[in-house]
């Protein structure tokens, strides 16, 4: 396990992840993921804190409101958010600080068909 740093680009939003150096990331094709190239990686809230900028957070939610899409007011950057695949889990691999990441696995997800994929994907099922 490794204690990786991020934030948002403005350096308003801080946060630190303890997961492991190899990441397992999920590339979504749903209808936000795809027009903000997002890519996912899963860590439990219990090894998520963010260290500054609550009071500089805003939250965007659709559809069924479950995921909360959190990004800086200022800088307009996603760090973090919480899917609607894991709740309890917080998202966060383009904004991690440099130096701690080993090796990066991408898997897709069909965020398209997301009832049939989230049957169909055992790894995020799983998690």
Same mark, same amino acid.
């Given at each position: 396990?490794?204690?990786?740093?991020?934030?948002?680009h403005? @350096?308003?939003?801080?946060?630190?992840?303890? %997961?492991?150096?190899?990441?397992?990331?999920? +590339?979504?094709? =749903?209808?936000? $993921?795809?027009?903000?190239?997002?890519?996912?990686?899963?860590?439990?809230?219990s090894?998520?804190?963010?260290?500054? @900028?609550?009071?500089?957070?805003?939250?965007y %939610?659709?559809?069924?409101?479950?995921?909360? +899409?959190?990004? =800086?007011?200022? $800088?307009?950057?996603?760090?973090?958010?919480?899917?609607?695949?894991?709740?309890?889990?917080?998202?966060?691999?383009?904004?991690?600080?440099?130096?701690?990441?080993?090796?990066?696995?991408?898997?897709?997800?069909?965020?398209?068909?997301?009832?049939?994929?989230?049957?169909?994907?055992?790894?995020?099922?799983?998690?």
């Amino acid at each position: 396990m490794v204690m990786h740093m991020g934030g948002c680009h403005c @350096g308003a939003v801080r946060f630190q992840v303890l %997961t492991s150096p190899d990441l397992l990331v999920f +590339h979504c094709s =749903c209808s936000i $993921c795809t027009k903000k190239q997002n890519h996912h990686f899963i860590v439990p809230s219990s090894q998520f804190t963010l260290l500054q @900028g609550l009071e500089n957070l805003t939250t965007y %939610t659709f559809n069924t409101h479950t995921a909360k +899409h959190t990004f =800086c007011r200022t $800088c307009g950057v996603q760090s973090f958010y919480t899917p609607r695949s894991n709740p309890d889990g917080y998202v966060a691999p383009h904004c991690l600080d440099k130096g701690t990441v080993r090796s990066i696995t991408v898997e897709n997800f069909c965020g398209v068909k997301w009832e049939e994929s989230m049957q169909n994907h055992k790894t995020i099922r799983n998690m």
